[in-house]
Structures are given as structure tokens and as C-alpha cells.
């Protein structure tokens, strides 16, 4: 099994990068872990208090259960991926029986700042684009998709992803073994991707 790790920070492309790689490539021999389904779950708390928490601190993963459902997957067991909800803030009961697969794609804001699973990566990629146009980006999607509006996403903006970005996710980058500059759709990129993808798949 090849593991890749896609980090970047919110609004780089991360999903889009995935999508793009995914297009073309054997459905059957390809997955997907998102960090984002590894939120730890807040059923304790009201949903004001959980519009409170700080997302885009590490410790809002429960990186433990995403390394041992890595480990699974390695060993050739399926797993039950939990589904988040973000328009509420927490994880719901549902989850998404995903199986071993010749290769396995994790992507998330945080993938590369925690050691255990920096480990379990075979090649780790880094999605950069500017922090002006990640959050035009975010704003426009969490509005669009995620049930927000525009004074909330600003104002998270402001207290935690910014801070959060510059201290955890921008020095995350120098794990990376590759970086791809995402400010416009960069097809060149996921083309060398997806060609190392081909070759793992054919081995
Ligand atoms: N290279 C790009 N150029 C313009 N828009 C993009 C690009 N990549 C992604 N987007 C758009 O930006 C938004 C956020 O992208 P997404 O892939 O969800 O980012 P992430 O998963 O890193 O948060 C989406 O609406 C997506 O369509
Ligand atoms: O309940 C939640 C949990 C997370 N977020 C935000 O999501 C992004 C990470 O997702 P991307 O798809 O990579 O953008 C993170 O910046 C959190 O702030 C949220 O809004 N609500």
C-alpha cells in the first residue's frame, strides 16, 4: 500500500487537488481519509459552546483513531471512517465503510504537523496557495456549503485559523516532500502525481 499525505492550509485546494487526482485513476484501487471526519466529537457540549472551539489547533483531532485506522487499512482490514458535520459542529453517527486499497490518500490542515502519522506516509505533499486567496476561498464555500455567514467566517478567521496557520500549518510545510503552488489550477502537478499513483497501481 503507498499512503500520500495532502496538507495545505484551508482553502489551498486540498479537496480539489484530491478530486483532480482521483479523475482517471481506477475507482476500485484508489482512497480517500479525510482529517476532517477525525474531529474529535463534542457531544458534551451545546451547540454555542462547540461554535466556540478552536478547529484548527491539533488538538481538536483525534489523530490517535486516524493512525490506527491507517495501521488497519495497512494490514488489509476495512474501517469505519465517521462522517463530521460541520454545519454543526461535531461528528454524527454515521460512518462510511472504507477498505484497504493499493493506495490511500489523507488529506488535511494538519496531516503533517503530527508525528505518528508523518510516519505512516510514503510521500508527503504540501498544497500552497496565498492567504488572500485561501480565504476569499473559504468565505465563498462556507457560505455556499457549510451554513455560515460572512461575519463568522471572518471573525474565526481573525481569532484562531490565522494564528493557527502561522503557528502549526505553514511550518508543517517543511515535512513536505513535494509542494504544489495552488493559486491557480496547477494540471502540470497533478499530472506527476497521478503518473507515480499509475506506477504504484501497475507495480
Ligand atoms: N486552483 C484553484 N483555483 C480557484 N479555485 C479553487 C482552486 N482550488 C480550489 N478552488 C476552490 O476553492 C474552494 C476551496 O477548495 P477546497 O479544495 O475545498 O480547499 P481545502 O480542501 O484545501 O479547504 C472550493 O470552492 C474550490 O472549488
Ligand atoms: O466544526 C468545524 C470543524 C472545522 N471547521 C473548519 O474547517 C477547516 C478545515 O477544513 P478544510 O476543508 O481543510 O477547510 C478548519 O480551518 C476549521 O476552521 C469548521 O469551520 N467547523
Known sequence: ??????????GSGKTTVVHQIMNELPETEVGIISQDSYYKTNDHLSMDERALINFDHPRAIDFDLLCNHLKGLKQGKSINQPVYSFVHHNRTDDYI????RKVMIVEGILILTNPELRELFDIKIFVHADSDERLIRRLKRDIADRGRDMNEVLNRYQTTLKPMHEQFIEPSKAYADIIIPNDKYNTVAIDIVRTVINKKIND
Open 97 to 100: 465503510i472504507t477498505h484497504p
Open 1 to 10: 500500500m503507498l499512503i500520500i499525505g495532502i496538507a495545505g492550509g484551508t
